[in-house]
């Protein structure tokens, strides 16, 4: 597609119950980003895929939280047993040329989360 | 310590004039990448300009202009003849470990929220 796609769009959940939020990258990216938004907050990293390195999970809030990136395209953010404090904006990004000067990266619309 | 440090909350500024959004940095790389975003009340985050640390000249695209001084470690951006439609979040942010095979997440301030007055 002609840029990061994530779905669903918004998602209102049950305390308790597990969700997971997709993220479609640009297509021949090799870089992929989660980040979460809560409402008036900047962007909290969560986690980083790099071409078929290893994650960088560092930001990833609890053990509640696990990401997947399979074939380095479509990645998927789980989030189990979801609290009311993990409602926020899901935002995913990706970036090309991943050693190069003049990359960019470029965010999807993001997924709305609301744990009820 | 924090790694962007967006010291302006809020701004405003009347239409048509300049104004310039604050960012300063702190990093031990010497290659790195700045970027800064627009977002708007829709919520989507929209990529303005891009500074690299080797870059000489200042960043600029059309009405933004990346203000770089390498040795205090800013970054700020400023915005000439600004429209209401600038209105919005402003995030400075940065890339560390460029063209050294880390390159590592994007580290985010916490924004600047400008509004544009008539």
């Known amino acids: 597609g002609a840029g990061v796609s994530q779905s669903p769009s918004n998602k209102v959940t049950e305390k308790g119950k597990d969700v997971e939020l997709r993220c479609d990258p640009i297509?021949?990216?090799?870089?992929l980003y989660w980040y979460r938004q809560s409402l008036g907050q900047g962007l909290e990293f969560l986690i980083y895929f790099q071409g078929n390195s290893a994650p960088d999970k560092s930001g990833l809030p609890s053990d509640r939280f696990s990401a997947e990136r399979t074939g380095g395209s479509v990645s998927t953010l789980t989030i189990q047993r979801t609290q009311q404090e993990d409602s926020a904006v899901y935002l995913c990004?990706?970036?090309?040329?991943?050693?190069?000067?003049?990359?960019?990266?470029?965010f999807g619309e993001g997924s709305w989360l609301t744990v009820v | 310590a924090q790694k962007i440090t967006q010291t302006q909350p809020g701004m405003f500024v009347q239409e048509k004039e300049a104004v310039t959004l604050d960012c300063t940095y702190d990093t031990s790389d010497q290659s790195y990448g700045l970027f800064w975003y627009k977002q708007p009340s829709s919520g989507e985050m929209i990529f303005l300009i891009y500074?690299?640390?080797?870059?000489?000249q200042n960043a600029t695209e059309g009405r933004y202009s990346l203000n770089f001084q390498k040795a205090r470690k800013s970054a700020n951006l400023v915005i000439s003849a600004s429209q209401l439609g600038d209105s919005a979040m402003y995030f400075c942010a940065m890339r560390e470990g460029l063209h050294t095979g880390t390159a590592s997440k994007l580290t985010f301030g916490t924004g600047t929220r400008l509004q544009v007055t008539l």
């Open positions: 990004a990706s970036s090309d040329r991943e050693f190069s000067s003049g990359n960019t990266i470029y």
């Open positions: 297509s021949g990216h090799t870089a």
């Open positions: 500074q690299g640390s080797y870059d000489e």
